[in-house]
T-cell receptor, first 112, second 111 residues
Framework: DAGVTQSPTHLIKTRGQQVTLRCSPKSGHDTVSWYQQALGQGPQFIFQ???????QRGNFPDRFSGHQFPNYSSELNVNALLLGDSALYLC???????????FGPGTRLTVT | TQLLEQSPQFLSIQEGENLTVYCNSSSVFSSLQWYRQEPGEGPVLLVT?????EVKKLKRLTFQFGDARKDSSLHITAAQPGDTGLYLC???????????FGPGTRLSVLP
């Protein structure tokens, strides 16, 4: 049973560019949440997708957007990248609520 | 806005020692979770506590949820180098939403 997978593993972009990160949830899970984890900090909740709709959103600007597909996989898009967007982006899947989440290994994004 | 604080921020101990790390908030949480994260990996769920006063044990790890559901502790007995990592607490409301993580306690167990 494959766990949560994310791609790519690492990514380097320049300021102003756009990036798309991908996530496949654990088998049987229908909810995907995205987190940003800056170096030395705990993960910060970006948003959650359920039934192909954004169900909840954290305190992140509109430059951060997402999508969930019918197979429950998800994408995180970030436009107009800033240096401060450099972080580990984590995807977590769950069945329904956020109570029992399983995390992927993350995508390390570096903005130069 | 619900916030979680963790202490200590860093902890370095010798193999075989016992330790306790804390997770505190001024808000009530319907459930609280503990994760361990190793470098370059995502957090791994260790336990979920939902009832005030609840105690759960996972081998050498003991987790307790405060009676008022505002705080939690993680106690490790006879720590081993494999326990090294970032320990994160996280909590949510009754609907499993408004989910927040604490900043973590970075534990280093030296052989």
């Amino acid at each position: 049973d494959a766990g949560v997978t994310q791609s790519p593993t690492h990514l380097i972009k320049t300021r102003g560019q756009q990036v798309t990160l991908r996530c496949s949830p654990k088998s049987g899970h229908d909810t995907v949440s995205w987190y940003q984890q800056a170096l030395g900090q705990g993960p910060q909740f970006i948003f959650q997708y359920y039934e192909e709709e954004e169900r909840q959103r954290g305190n992140f600007p509109d430059r951060f957007s997402g999508h969930q597909f019918p197979n429950y996989s998800s994408e995180l898009n970030v436009n107009a990248l800033l240096l401060g967007d450099s972080a580990l982006y984590l995807c977590a899947s769950s069945l329904g609520s956020l109570r029992e989440q399983y995390f992927g290994p993350g995508t390390r994004l570096t903005v130069t | 806005t619900q916030l979680l604080e963790q202490s200590p921020q860093f902890l370095s101990i010798q193999e075989g020692e016992n330790l306790t790390v804390y997770c505190n908030s001024s808000s009530v949480f319907s459930s609280l979770q503990w994760y361990r994260q190793e470098p370059g990996e995502g957090p791994v769920l260790l336990v979920t506590v939902v009832t005030g006063g609840e105690v759960k044990k996972l081998k050498r790890l003991t987790f307790q949820f405060g009676d008022a559901r505002k705080d939690s502790s993680l106690h490790i007995t006879a720590a081993q180098p494999g326990d090294t990592g970032l320990y994160l607490c996280a909590g949510g409301d009754n609907y499993g939403q408004n989910f927040v993580f604490g900043p973590g306690t970075r534990l280093s167990v030296l052989p």
